[in-house]
């Protein structure tokens, strides 16, 4: 286990003992509380008793009072206080209710005051009917029933009082109880908290040296960096002329194909338009009958040249992509290409796709070009779709076909430089469209490849001559 977790634990810990002790702080006021309710429970049967006991004594005085006087308040009196004698027993039943010995006690009081109240009635019955009463035999039965009724009142306070003490020995040691929890587990947590604390202090300790190591470090790498810094400077340096250079083998090779095309039409071309109008001449001569079918094949190759001659003058640098732009030499250069190869295109482009700049336009049909010849060698696909649009201030050209699709191996390169795995061409078609500030991207799965070269259309100015 890890300083950290330690250190956690022992918070964990200092927690729960914490909430442990506002649980046991929360029980002992509970008990506390509980212990107060059983002493206000055990006044309030005292207090009815007392009630209960005073209204017994009052119809008693009263009963007395009429028995010797005969005066109508005494009767009066003496009704009053027997009709409050029922609701008194009613309302202490109900308090000692929940202790069957309290029920007993309740009933056997009940009792005592049905025949005590049994016998006033007679008394009280005899004196309105003028029968003559012995005070002295109702005296003496008054103080035995005063005395029974007495001794069940007393049975009711005694019970209450046992219960009393019981319930509050049994409150006290729960209350003991959870002071004892109460100050064990805040004792506890004080001593986990504070070993959290020197566990916190040695961590922070730790944690400064390590940070001034760390600093020390950083200084000593600090050099380092610097170097770094400078030899970055020097490979940005660096990468940059091999731009610039990359970017002047591109023109030359422009610069060379417009110069080869040139000569081959101009010079190559004009020999071989020679060659076969002095055939012409000879097969019109009646001295080389014997020699025509020779003359004829030699006409006839004259003618081949020249075609081909033509086409690979066109295709190094095509004289119509500058005469008439993209628009018109993409479909003239896909005609020669579908004779070429039997492979079937089709050409899609955007109604309001116009002119672009020298450079774009050379820079799309080299790309145009070499996805066809890779279309051609290596798809064995029998059509391609070829589309060219503006999109968001980019020209957009695509090239798709039905072929068998780039190789796992060349394709397994999905960190971006996917183009250092494939061929020469596509590494050209990549860079053009990087020095013109656009992208080439390659989607390739076993139904097919599409090529897409994205340019802007309104580009930086490059160096002097851009891309020829």
Known sequence: MTPQERASRIFQFAMALLCVSAIASYLSFSYFRVGEQWVSHTQEVRAAVGDLEYAVNAAARARMGYLTSGAESDLAEFNGAVARI???VLHLRELTSDNPVQVNNCTQLETLLATRQQGWNQEIQQRRTGTTINLTDVLQQNVRLAADFAVGTEAIRSEE?????????SAHRRF????AAVGGSFVLALLLLYFHFLMLTRELKGRTEAQQALRKSNEELAGEVVERRAAEKKLAVSEASLR??????LRTQEEERKRIGREL???LGQYLAMLKLNLDLLDGSPDVAANRDQIAQCVHLAEESMREMRTISYLLYPPMLEEVGLKSAIPWYLEGFSTRSNVQTRFEIDSQFGRLSRDVELALFRVLQESLTNVHRHSGSPTANVRLSLK??????EVADQGRGITEKSS???????????GVGVRGMNE???QLGGKLEIASSPKGTVVTAVVPTKQAPMAAGGIN
């Not at 009082?161 to 020995?169: D, G």
């Not at 003991?176 to 002071?179: E, S």
């Open 176 to 179: 003991l109880t959870a002071i």
């Open 392 to 397: 968001n201030g980019n020209a957009v050209l």
């Open 412 to 422: 397994a390169h999905a960190d971006g430089e996917w183009h250092t795995s494939l």
């Open 432 to 434: 053009r469209m990087r």
């Open 244 to 249: 610039e250079l990359s970017l002047h083998l």
């Open 86 to 88: 029922p609701a008194k």
């Open 161 to 169: 009082h046992r219960l009393l003490e019981i319930r509050t020995r």
């Open 265 to 267: 039409h101009d010079s």
